[in-house]
């Protein structure tokens, strides 16, 4: 884990700015108290980059949950209930770890998987535009298209146009500069340059323009532009900001039906993420999906227990470490550690942080996620690939992530429904002597209820006075509708003078009196041919 730690502990630092705004502000958008952000993406850091097996992958709150839990605090009747369903949803993580369910995610496509990272690379930009220009009513970390301000993301970027923060606007634009320059020539130029991060400067510059423009008319940039850390007075006030779950609420029914939805949307959204950060991957590093789950798990069990927001593996910041150069679960931990440290040492400090700052550092992170050149690509590689990949993108942006994927994933499915329907079989017509068309259909290694509409339009198509041979001998798994389609095809065979020759590793027989007969042994609901 120490093997990279040069590489690990600048990712780290940007790991640390990307996730410090998103802590806040997801948990701004979840009802939730502000602390309570920052306990989760500590747990997650920490805990979660701890038990991980994913190298790069980094966890913390999630704006995926947000409207969960904004409702849940509603109906529960107060924060400490919440709480006790953050609990329970991390046991039954663990036991979805147990039973291996994170088979699940190896089953989503490659074109939904990377029409993700590029829908939530544009959500990035869009949703950064109000905060690189200091117009900040709507938190960090609301991704959904429908805000929480009662705006949606486009009314809110016109919107700014008549809000624009001249102080925040400058440094803005000088961090972004300061990141452009690390980013594309200081970095190539010596150690010193990559192991000091360009963000770690934008931000320094960043405080640095607060402090010395706080009595400007123009260029002072007001607290409600800044980064919001709760400043606690002493260690009192400090361990006051944790809560604790009310255990009497574990009877009330609707505690365990929150409980499984944030367990299944926590899972889902985190199996996601280790598919698409695998990708991203320059090292290719595969991780183990139901370790990943204990993982989660585990860490929402810690964080429910000391007034922690669920918590999932998250593209945000997982990309970020990816683009800074992370290379182990040290940087993962060391961001952890980060938050926990600075909200205890330099709240103060903290807060001097313009909030536009960070949108430039996020606006870098969103291009890498979504270059111009990705949809060029995929658009090459035709409509099977191109359809999911860009109505992901497009329901991610103006709905949410998980609607759009769901919506990427049902076009994906149908896409496949449409390949195995097309290959199901394939026709040879052989000669067409003596007056008889001889035909030849073989068919495919694998033929489900998925192809019968395939093979019954093939057979309702053969002329009369047909000879038809079915070649099975590679088929190695039939399904019981085809079978029934071939027994009543045979019915219609015989009244247009159509011969069929059926050729399978158990033999070939002409004219079969009965085709479910032939397969009597087999099991009526799939039939095996090996």
């Not at 529960?76 to 949803?89: E, H, I, K």
Request: aromatic letters at 8%; proline letters at 5%; hydrophobic letters at 50%.
């Amino acid at each position: 884990m120490f093997k990279h730690i040069k590489s690990d502990i600048p990712s780290s630092i940007v790991v640390f700015f990307v996730a410090l705004p998103l802590c806040l502000g997801i948990a701004l958008a979840s009802g939730a108290p502000l602390f309570s952000g920052l306990i989760a993406g500590i747990i997650g850091g920490i805990v979660v980059g701890g038990l991980s097996g994913s190298k790069i992958g980094v966890s913390g709150p999630a704006a995926g949950l947000a409207a969960i839990v904004l409702t849940a605090i509603g109906a529960l009747g107060g924060y400490q209930n919440f709480l006790v369903a953050v609990v329970l949803g991390g046991m039954i993580q663990i036991i979805f770890g147990v039973l291996k369910a994170g088979v699940i995610g190896y089953y989503f496509p490659s074109s939904v998987i990377k029409g993700m990272l590029t829908g939530i690379g544009i959500i990035i930009i869009l949703k950064q535009i109000p905060h690189f220009f200091g117009y900040d009513p709507d938190p960090e970390g609301d991704w959904a298209f429908f805000q929480v301000d009662g705006e949606n993301t486009f009314s809110e970027i016109i919107n700014t146009v008549n809000n624009i923060s001249p102080g925040a606007t400058l440094i803005a634009i000088i961090g972004f500069s300061i990141l452009l320059l690390w980013d594309k020539v200081l970095s190539k130029k010596g150690k010193v340059f990559q192991l000091i991060q360009g963000p770690l400067v934008a931000v320094a510059v960043g405080i640095l323009f607060y402090v010395l423009t706080k009595d400007s008319d123009v260029l002072a940039i007001s607290s409600d532009h800044l980064v919001s850390v709760p400043v606690p007075e002493d260690a009192a006030s400090f361990l006051g900001q944790f809560s604790f779950p009310n255990f009497s609420a574990i009877t009330n029914p609707q505690v365990w039906v929150t409980a499984f939805t944030i367990a299944l949307v926590a899972s889902l959204e985190t199996l996601l993420c280790v598919e698409a950060t695998d990708k991203l991957d320059p090292h290719k590093n595969v991780t183990p999906t139901n370790r990943e789950l204990l993982a989660q798990g585990t860490g929402n069990i810690i964080s429910g227990l000391i007034g922690g927001l669920p918590i999932t593996q998250v593209i945000v910041r997982s990309s970020a470490n990816i683009q800074s150069g992370g290379r182990t679960k040290l940087s993962a931990i060391i961001h952890g550690f980060l938050l926990l440290i600075s909200v205890i040492l330099i709240p103060r400090l903290l807060n001097m942080i313009p909030l536009s700052v960070l949108a430039a550092i996020l606006f870098i992170v969103g291009y890498k996620l979504a270059k111009p050149a990705l949809f060029k690509k995929m658009y090459k590689l035709g409509w099977k690939q191109s359809v999911p990949f860009f109505v992901t993108v497009l329901g991610i942006v103006f709905t949410d992530l998980l609607i759009g994927i769901s919506l990427g994933l049902a076009v994906g499915i149908v896409v496949i429904l449409l390949k195995s329907y097309q290959n199901s079989h394939f026709l040879h017509i052989e000669d067409n002597s003596n007056g008889k068309h001889k035909i030849k259909m073989t068919l495919a290694e694998e033929v489900t209820f998925f192809n019968k509409g395939a093979i019954l339009n093939e057979l309702d198509s053969l002329p009369r006075d047909t000879y038809l041979e079915i070649d099975i001998m590679k088929t190695r798994y039939l399904d019981h509708d085809i079978v029934e389609i071939l027994e009543d095809f045979s019915l219609k065979a015989k009244e247009r003078n159509i011969d069929i020759k059926l050729v399978s590793k158990r033999g070939v027989v002409e004219n079969p009196p009965s085709y479910i007969g032939f397969f009597e042994e087999r099991p009526k609901s799939k039939l095996s041919l090996s």
